[in-house]
Structures are given as C-alpha cells and as structure tokens.
C-alpha cells in the first residue's frame, strides 16, 4: 500500500503551501486519513484528521486546513500564514475506519514517505 504526498517546497515566513495525497491504493473503503509532521530531534505529531463523517477542525491555530476529493481519492493539506515552526517532514497516513477516534500515529498503519516543508523567517 503506497500513499504519495506532494506539494513541498521552501517558503518564507507568512506563505502559503498546499500538499497532497493520493491515497487511491489503501485496500480499505472506510479509513480515517491523518496529516503528520516530524521536525529534526522531535517526535511526530498528528496535525489534522479527517474521515467521512466529521468535518474537520482547522489545525494548527486555524493555520491549516484539511480537505478531501474522494472520488480522485486524493487528501489536501491547505497551509497558511507560514512559520519557520512549521518547518518539517510531512507525511500522510491512514488507518481502518471508518472513525477518527484518535491521532496517535502509532494507530495509523498506511503511511506515506513524507514531503519536505521549509519555512525561512
């Protein structure tokens, strides 16, 4: 099972980036989809969940916003007002479903390799 993010790059302070996922080859028809992050000497964190049933929070002090098409069956991660804090590996990932019930991202068994996203002050 391949999930595939894009849309990184290098941004200044204050930008804008959007990433996504194709998460056309989970072998599940009920999931809950998950953006992560690890930045350098951290842990990974849960930014956003998102399932069919729970329209989802804005994340990241209402900075970031998850979205899905699930026909294209591809997540967005929509970022906004940047800040080097950001700065991190992002990786998609999915669990079973259909519930987010957590953002453990030991729960999440499908996960994607990651794209870079680096904030410059």
């Known amino acids: 099972v391949q999930l595939v993010e894009s849309g990184g790059g290098s941004v200044q302070a204050g930008g804008s980036l959007r990433l996504t996922c194709d998460f056309s080859g989970l072998p599940v028809n009920r999931y809950c989809l998950g953006w992560f992050r690890q930045a350098p000497g951290k842990e990974r964190e849960g930014v956003v969940m998102?399932?069919?049933?729970?329209p989802p929070a804005d994340a990241v002090k209402g900075r970031f916003t998850a979205s899905k098409d699930r026909i294209k069956k591809i997540l967005f991660l929509q970022m906004s007002n940047l800040e080097p804090e950001d700065s991190a590996i992002y990786y998609c990932?999915?669990?079973?479903?259909?519930?987010?019930?957590?953002?453990?991202?030991?729960?999440?068994?499908?996960w994607g390799k990651g794209t870079q996203v680096a904030v410059s002050s």
């Open positions: 990932a999915a669990r079973q479903g259909p519930f987010c019930t957590t953002s453990s991202a030991t729960a999440f068994a499908w």
């Open positions: 998102i399932d069919d049933y729970t």
